[in-house]
């Protein structure tokens, strides 16, 4: 209840409308999202190029 009220801040109709498994995906894309990884070298360098520090 807690991730789906307020972490994804559905209304209760649809929290309480949801399968289990919809909230199971929801909760595997808010993960995966969180979850991000460092950029590769190569990308680190390119965005080092198009955004330099000032």
Known sequence: MAFGLGRLAWPPDRFWAATPREIAAA????????????????????????????
């Open 27 to 54: 909760l595997r894309a808010h993960q995966d999202r969180s979850r991000g990884s460092a950029p590769e070298r190569p990308a680190l360098a390119a965005l080092m190029d198009a955004f330099p520090d000032a």
